[in-house]
């Protein structure tokens, strides 16, 4: 990437700045390596804990995602690539011993102002060990062959794995299946007696969500791609919410059980936004306007953006909302 298009590209890309998007990764990237380190997840391999590599005092204003931010920056910057694009594996040459501290060399203005000591040799060894992590990190359904770790599949790999509090999506999916169990109880017993404008808004939703996603034959292949599907889950959590909205503005001042339900599935389904807005933008950006096999191309590209466990979450959600339509028409013919 030419070094004027290098800004602007993250900019489209990513709606913010080089830094600003190295930042927030590696906030992410500290966050699930603390959450495991400090015992809320998986025990880390016992070298994580026992040899995290340089001990530093973090200056006031200083933290260690601004320095794993800067390392981030500054292996893009030195390859012209976007801050996503980074290959885990390579950024940790900038941790090797005797490797140049990124302070010596070009940074964004905004990190020499983040603290003192971001980007010294003490810094850059104090984040090693968050690095190796996640490189090395186990999964429960391991990665294809042949795919690249870069920063931006291992954030949503990570995002996607349910052992962490941000990677915590079966919550809400359980929680929504104990709403529509709830409710079909209450109904069964009389408890809840559902009106006749709850029995036809579950009608329409309930046949909204039937509907295909779109012809098998609008992209030649016999499914949709990822994000086509994930789209439509986050349609249909803002579906949802409007649906449950109108139903508790219709005058009933406490939440009746579908306003539950359709709540609880509508949060499971929002889950998938960020990854689907993120994904959609490399897309937008990354897309060749013809390809000379576009159903191969748009394979390849989904299997170096798209992490196993991001697809679980898809499959697992899409099931919920077919429970849901089943729910929804047993509300409406009964």
Aim: net charge negative.
């Amino acid at each position: 990437m030419d070094r004027n298009e290098w800004e602007p590209g993250h900019r489209v890309a990513y709606n913010c700045g080089a830094w600003e998007r190295a930042r927030h990764q590696a906030h992410l990237l500290v966050a699930w390596y603390d959450e495991r380190d400090g015992g809320l997840g998986p025990r880390m391999s016992p070298r994580f804990s026992t040899d995290p590599g340089a001990r530093v005092k973090w200056p006031w204003g200083s933290t260690r995602h601004d320095t794993l931010g800067l390392l981030l920056w500054r292996a893009a910057c030195d390859r012209g690539i976007l801050v996503d694009q980074v290959l885990l594996a390579d950024a940790l040459r900038y941790c090797a011993p005797g490797a140049e501290p990124l302070d010596t060399g070009p940074m964004p203005e905004a990190a020499r102002t983040a603290g003192i000591g971001v980007g010294s040799a003490a810094s850059v060894a104090g984040i090693r060990h968050v690095l190796q992590a996640h490189v090395e990190a186990g999964l429960p359904r391991p990665r294809p062959a042949g795919v690249r770790l870069t920063l931006g599949y291992r954030v949503r790999e990570s995002r996607a794995t349910p052992d962490w509090d941000l990677g915590d999506w079966p919550t809400p999916l359980r929680q929504a299946r104990q709403a529509m169990g709830r409710a079909d109880d209450l109904r069964e017993r009389g408890t809840w007696k559902p009106t006749d404008h709850e029995r036809s808004t579950g009608a329409r939703i309930g046949h909204g969500l039937e509907q295909p996603a779109r012809p098998a034959a609008a992209s030649g292949h016999p499914a949709p791609s990822w994000l086509e599907r994930a789209s439509r889950l986050t349609a249909t959590a803002d579906m949802l919410t409007a649906a449950a909205d109108t139903l508790l503005g219709a005058g009933r001042d406490d939440a009746s059980p579908l306003v539950t339900v359709l709540g609880t599935t509508a949060d499971a389904c929002a889950r998938l936004k960020a990854d689907t807005e993120e994904t959609g933008r490399l897309w937008a950006a990354e897309a060749p306007r013809e390809p000379s096999d576009r159903a191969a191309w748009e394979v390849a590209w989904e299997l170096s953006h798209v992490p196993g466990a991001l697809l679980e979450q898809t499959e697992e959600t899409e099931h919920l909302v077919r429970a849901l339509a089943v729910f929804l028409w047993v509300l409406a013919v009964r």
